[in-house]
C-alpha cells in the first residue's frame, strides 16, 4: 500500500534533515508524526519516526544535565485508547471521572476545583479505557501542556451544561481547540492555515439532561449548532447514558476484540487481544508472537459472521469477538 505523504509532511521532513538542534528536530519529528497517513502502508515509517523521536528526546535530556521535572500534563497511556475530558468550569467533569472510574478527583459546587488532570481507568465490558479529568478550560486562558496533551489522546470529550448557555460554551471550546490547530475528524480548515493541524476523534457530550425539559433543550441544541460530531445527552446526577457513553467510546476507538483458543481446548474469554478495526489474520499473528507471522499456516474461527470452525487464510479480516485457533 503507497504511502501517499501529503506535501506538508515533506516540508516537516525536509526542516527535520535541516535541524541543527535537538529542539528543532523533535518539533519536526512531532509534526511528521501528526501528518503522516495512518495505514498499513505506513505502520513502518510511523515505528521509525516514534524510535527517533525517542533517541533525539532522550539526547536532549542528557544535554540539559538533570532531567527535568516531568510535566503533570504528561500521562502515559494505558488500556485500550486514552481520552480525555475537556470542558468549561462546573460541567461536570470530575463527577463524571469519579462515576465511570476508580480515581478520586475533587469535587466542588465552585469553579476551578480541579487543577491538574486526573486519570483513572473506566471499564467496559472487559475492556479498560483510561479517562482523564482536566482542569476547566476557558477562552480567557489556555495552558499550552494541556493542549500538548490534548494532541497526544485518542479520543477528546467536550463536555457541556445544558443548563449554563450551551452554544456559548460549544463555541467557546471549538475556538480554543482550533486556535492550537486541533480539530474534530471531518472539520474544515480554516484558510490560510500553514501550520499542521491535528484532526481528533471528538464526542460532544451534554450533562445535566435530568428530565423531559432539558431533553427538548438538548435537541434545540443540536438543531441550532447543526454540528456532526457524534454527540450524547447524559445525566450524572441520575446516571443517565452512562453506559451509553461508554458504549459510544469503545466505537469511536476503532478496536476490536479478538479471543485466542488452543485445538481441543476453550477459549479464553477473559484476556482479548486489542486490535485495530479492520485487521486481519496476519497482523493478528504478529501481536500474538513474531514467529508467527513467518510459521502461520492458517487458522480457524468462530465468529458471528462465519461458520464455527470455518478454516481462514492470513488475508481474513478480523471481527470484534471472534475466537481464533492459530495452526503453525
Do not use: C
Amino acid at each position: 500500500m503507497p504511502a501517499n505523504l501529503p506535501p506538508t509532511y515533506l516540508e516537516a521532513e525536509r526542516r527535520y534533515r535541516e535541524a541543527r538542534t535537538a529542539e528543532e528536530k523533535i518539533e519536526a519529528l512531532e509534526e511528521m508524526l501528526a501528518l503522516i497517513p495512518k495505514h498499513k502502508g505506513t505502520d513502518k515509517m510511523q515505528a521509525d519516526l516514534k524510535r527517533r523521536l525517542s533517541r533525539h528526546r532522550e539526547e536532549s535530556q542528557k544535554k540539559k544535565g538533570a532531567a527535568k521535572q516531568k510535566s503533570m500534563f504528561s500521562i502515559d497511556k494505558e488500556g485500550a485508547a486514552q481520552v480525555m475530558v475537556i470542558g468549561p468550569p462546573n460541567t461536570g467533569k470530575s463527577s463524571l471521572i469519579t462515576a465511570l472510574t476508580n480515581a478520586e478527583p475533587e469535587i466542588a459546587p465552585f469553579p476551578h476545583t480541579t487543577h491538574k488532570p486526573t486519570p483513572g481507568m473506566a471499564p467496559f465490558e472487559n475492556v479498560q479505557f483510561q479517562l482523564i479529568d482536566t482542569p476547566p478550560l476557558t477562552a480567557e486562558y489556555v495552558d499550552p501542556l494541556m493542549m500538548d496533551l490534548v494532541r497526544r489522546v485518542d479520543i477528546v470529550v467536550i463536555l457541556l451544561d445544558i443548563t449554563a448557555d450551551p452554544i456559548g460554551q460549544y463555541e467557546d471550546m471549538l475556538g480554543v481547540l482550533g486556535g492550537y490547530r486541533i480539530f474534530p475528524e471531518g472539520a474544515d480548515v480554516p484558510e490560510g492555515t500553514r501550520r499542521p493541524v491535528f484532526f481528533k476523534k471528538v464526542l460532544l457530550v451534554m450533562n445535566k439532561v435530568d428530565d423531559p425539559g432539558s431533553q427538548e433543550d438538548y435537541q434545540t441544541f443540536l438543531e441550532l449548532i447543526g454540528t456532526e460530531i457524534p454527540s450524547l445527552p447524559v445525566s450524572i446526577l441520575n446516571g443517565r447514558n452512562l453506559d451509553l457513553f461508554m458504549r459510544t467510546i469503545f466505537d469511536l476507538s476503532g478496536i476490536i476484540r479478538v479471543y485466542s483458543k488452543n485445538p481441543g481446548k476453550e477459549p479464553d474469554l477473559d484476556e482479548p487481544f486489542i486490535i485495530p478495526r479492520d485487521s486481519t489474520l496476519e497482523e493478528l499473528a504478529g501481536r500474538i508472537h513474531k514467529d508467527f507471522l513467518t510459521k502461520l499456516k492458517y487458522a480457524r474461527i468462530w465468529g458471528k459472521n462465519i461458520h464455527d470452525g470455518m478454516m481462514v487464510q492470513r488475508d481474513h479480516v478480523m471481527q470484534d469477538g471472534d475466537i481464533v485457533e492459530i495452526h503453525i
